[in-house]
């Protein structure tokens, strides 16, 4: 493996934003990180059937990236407690900058751009106070950080913007960590998620979370359907003998309180208490909720919570829309595609993909 300095000296970017658009490399639907068989770690553009469009080299493991709403480009974002992101130009396999997490930061593996792509939002750890941070970036001066504002909770995990382009949403996993401690989590008897909708200025404009009982129900990963309904998947803190839903929905301003699906103990106690990724299909009738350690996939109505499917896939995390379904990665490198009639196989691809695949947004 290279070093992270000789990577950047090798792959340094000549100077003005690229004009190359994603439909020029490929016209991926998302973005994944993946490690090859020698080891080494890539950013790979996926098609909605499947199919890699572009593959780009990253110095370390990455977790989620950020994709540019226009051109091909995205932040790479290193797995947490990561200080570091890569601006890779998806076409010429170039860094175009580097981003370091102020001191006493760092990122928490996902970032978010506005609706035109003049800012780049990044979830981050003020480790020593206890609290989330929502750093700010100005894309046309290279990435220069121009601001912050607080994310209204502790541990914000992911980020998303709302379709009205003028709000984020943040989920706040309530997760208190420290690098001194490494990923050990401090304050697990005491933690307190939210889902958090803020003004791109970082002005509050809600703030709701769970029931009491369940304050150990960590929100972690999210994802927006058209009209605004928010979809959001949990990991659970506490007893293994529990098995809390660790999935569910919100709309700003209609309830006072997080609406879950898969209460039922039986459907709950197949995801081990651990949700993945989350994902509405293409179509926003279903949403969709992974896991690794359940080994599966569950769909739900997204208007009723009915469960509708279970799809059973060894190591599976990365959830994507397709146009009424769903597009699955494993980390055994397998791909699988699942709508009403049924799942696809689509085979196994020789990289081991990780977490997520990131929707590029649709403009």
Same mark, same amino acid.
């Given at each position: 493996? #290279? ?13 003005? +934003? =690229? ?8 016209? =991926? ?7 090859? =068989? ?12 499947g199919s890699i469009r572009f593959r780009q080299p990253i110095p370390g493991r990455g977790h989620a990236a950020a994709a540019h709403p226009h051109r091909a480009e995205a932040v790479g974002f290193a797995r947490r407690p !990561? ?11 170039? #860094? ?25 939002? /990044?979830?981050?750890? @003020?480790? @020593?106070?206890? &609290? ?22 502790? $541990? ?8 009205? $382009?003028? /709000? ?11 690098? @001194?401690?490494? &990923? ?5 008897? *005491?933690?307190?998620?939210?889902? #958090?909708?803020? &003004? ?30 928010? !979809? ?8 293994? !003998? ?29 995801? @081990? $208490? ?10 926003? &009738? ?5 896991? =690794? ?8 109505? +997204? ?21 009424? $379904? *769903?597009?699955?990665?494993?980390? #055994? ?31």
């Amino acid at each position: 493996m #290279t070093s992270r300095r000789g990577f950047l000296a090798g792959l340094m970017a000549s100077g003005l +934003a =690229p004009a190359v658009t994603w439909a020029e490399v490929g016209a =991926p639907d998302y973005l994944s990180a993946a490690q090859a =068989p020698d080891g080494s770690y890539c950013l790979l553009g996926v098609g909605a059937d499947g199919s890699i469009r572009f593959r780009q080299p990253i110095p370390g493991r990455g977790h989620a990236a950020a994709a540019h709403p226009h051109r091909a480009e995205a932040v790479g974002f290193a797995r947490r407690p !990561g200080t570091f992101a890569f601006v890779i130009d998806c076409a010429a396999g170039t #860094t175009r900058a580097e981003l370091e997490a102020p001191e006493g930061r760092h990122f928490y593996g996902h970032g978010a751009f506005s609706r035109e792509g003049e800012l780049l939002f /990044t979830v981050e750890n @003020d480790y @020593d106070a206890a &609290r989330g941070v929502i750093g700010v970036w100005d894309v046309a001066s290279n990435y220069t950080r121009v601001g912050e504002f607080d994310s209204n909770g502790v $541990g914000p995990h992911e980020l998303r913007l709302m379709p009205d $382009g003028k /709000t984020l949403v943040v989920a706040n996993g309530g997760i208190e960590t420290h690098p @001194d401690s490494g &990923r050990t989590k401090l304050n697990i008897p *005491f933690m307190k998620p939210n889902l #958090t909708y803020l &003004r791109l200025d970082g002005s509050l404009l809600e703030a709701v979370e769970l029931e009491p009982a369940l304050h150990k129900n960590s929100i972690r990963h999210i994802d927006v359907r058209a009209d605004g309904l928010v !979809g959001f998947a949990m990991q659970w803190q506490g007893g293994k !003998g529990d098995q809390p839903a660790i999935l569910g929905v919100h709309r700003r301003g209609e309830a006072p309180r997080l609406q879950l699906f898969g209460t039922d103990p039986e459907v709950a106690a197949q995801m @081990d $208490g651990y949700g993945g990724s989350v994902a509405f299909s293409g179509d926003g &009738r279903y949403l969709a909720v992974s896991s =690794p350690r359940g080994a599966r996939v569950q769909v739900f109505d +997204a208007e009723t919570g009915a469960l509708a499917q279970i799809l059973p896939m060894e190591d599976v995390c990365g959830l994507g829309a397709r146009p009424d $379904g *769903f597009l699955a990665s494993s980390g #055994t490198g397998r791909m699988i595609m699942f709508e009403a009639d049924g799942p696809h196989d689509l085979g196994r691809s020789d990289v081991r993909w990780d977490n997520h695949l990131v929707p590029l947004a649709r403009v």
